[in-house]
């Protein structure tokens, strides 16, 4: 019960504060010593629960909003910070520094710990906390992505940059430390265009205005990369017009393929470059890049065969963001289905090695096309006898057979 008195000794400077600028009358004053001491209480039992911890937390972070709110109500003057300013917010930060010491294998404990400072601005506590944390749990990709993003927030890409490819270097199975990483490339390119735009820089070739008057202390924080595009003549010129088409971004995409050869890596990717805010061009390089990359590292991938198959018709269904685009049957659109349809069909008919598999990823083309009500019925037809002209060849997988056999079978609306 020593730690208990202790803990009670160390609340009474903050309490009284409180009092002095009437946010708290005594009983309240009393009511939170009472449920302080009976969560310290809890805390020094022989074999604390972490839920202790975290409603202890709780609490407290309760207890600040409301102590602000009462600020604010009270539009009280502005004097010099006093201790109850800080002590509650600062009392959250010890009881998850007295719940990491518990729990130090605890990953999502450390992410509550370092959503709590962020939420409160302490930028230097998050990034000791991060770094803590990395080294505790270097497998662990969120803990990278967390530390990047908060470093990409107060204006440090390099910083970021050196984080997500430490964290590759361990985590390169990851899928969303990759996806993050091609983000902040892209991010650096729009970074790099307003920054151009400022210093009088344009990508075309024309004269450097305001380049040379660059801070030297600004140009130690710039990239390799950064540092020759902002160069005049010809290199400066070669250099900015590379990192405006996304070298970049491309040979991190390039890396990532190696690194992780996975349908689901370039699922993400491509959801990632569509819808991110960049220029259209930009956007149809990066893509372009991405499907040639895809289509050399998943070699006769059933789903890589599909992703690439459909790549107009998500473009154009993206564009329209619905489903009414289907009713309007456009010329665009049916021509888009069909080269989707006729580039699965020569898949599957071309005898792979994975000709089941093929015949699946087919079939669930079809069907998801063909189960649309909106769909006309010419273009749910041809797809029906697309799949029929599969299934009657020799040596044909059961799937298409079956998938024929369902498809043309009457619906129950209709019986």
């Keep these: 019960m020593e730690r208990v008195q202790f803990q009670q000794e160390q609340m009474l400077a903050e309490l009284k504060d409180l009092v002095q600028k009437s946010l ?16 310290e209480t809890a805390l020094v039992r022989r074999i604390p629960k972490k839920g202790d911890f975290l409603r202890y937390a709780a609490y407290e972070m309760n207890l600040e909003q409301l102590r602000r709110k009462r600020v604010e ?17 600062r009392r959250q930060f010890q009881i998850f520094e007295r719940a990491l010491k518990k729990f130090k294998s605890d990953v999502g404990l450390w992410i509550q710990y370092i959503q709590v400072a962020k939420r409160e601005g302490a930028r230097s506590l998050v990034g000791r906390i991060t770094a803590r944390a990395l080294q505790l749990h270097p497998r662990t990709p969120a803990l990278y992505i967390i530390a990047a993003s908060h470093e990409l927030n107060h204006m440090s890409p390099s910083a970021a940059r050196a984080l997500l490819q430490r ?11 990759w996806r993050e990483y091609v983000r902040m490339e892209l991010g650096f390119v729009e970074g790099m ?18 380049a040379e008057t660059t801070a030297a202390e600004d140009m130690a924080t710039l990239t390799p990369e950064e540092i020759a595009a902002e160069k005049g003549g010809d290199e400066g010129e070669r250099a900015r017009q590379a990192i405006m088409d996304g070298a970049i971004v491309k040979s991190v995409i390039l890396s990532a393929a190696k690194a992780l050869p996975s349908i689901n890596l370039f699922t993400a990717l491509e959801v990632l470059i569509r819808s991110y805010p960049s220029q259209e061009r930009l956007r149809t390089a990066l893509l372009d890049h991405l499907y040639s990359v895809l ?9 890589a065969v599909k992703m690439l198959a459909t790549r107009k018709l998500r473009e154009l269904t993206s564009q329209e963001n619905s489903d009414d685009f289907v009713m309007a049957e ?12 006729e580039s699965f069909s020569l898949a599957v008919g071309a005898g792979s090695t994975n000709a089941s598999g093929m015949a699946d990823v087919y079939v669930e083309f079809v069907e998801e096309w063909c189960k649309l009500p909106t769909l006309d019925p010419n273009l749910r037809a041809y797809l029906v006898a697309s799949l029929r002209k599969l299934a ?7 799937s298409l057979q079956a998938a024929h056999v369902q498809l043309t079978l009457p619906s129950k609306k209709a019986l």
């Design 24 to 39: 708290f009358n005594q009983s309240e004053v009393k009511q939170i010593v009472k449920k302080r001491t009976q969560f």
């Design 73 to 89: 109500r009270l539009k009280l003057e502005k004097t010099a910070p006093s201790i109850s300013d800080y002590a509650l917010v």
């Design 167 to 177: 964290g590759l270097r361990l985590n390169a199975d990851s899928v969303d430390m």
């Design 193 to 210: 265009k307003r920054r151009w735009t400022v210093l009088g820089i344009h990508e075309e070739g024309h004269p450097v205005v305001e």
């Design 295 to 303: 289509k050399d590292t998943l070699q006769g991938d059933p789903h």
């Design 330 to 341: 456009s010329e665009e659109f049916i021509d888009a289905l069909q080269a989707a349809n």
């Design 392 to 398: 009657r060849q020799p040596n044909a997988p059961p």
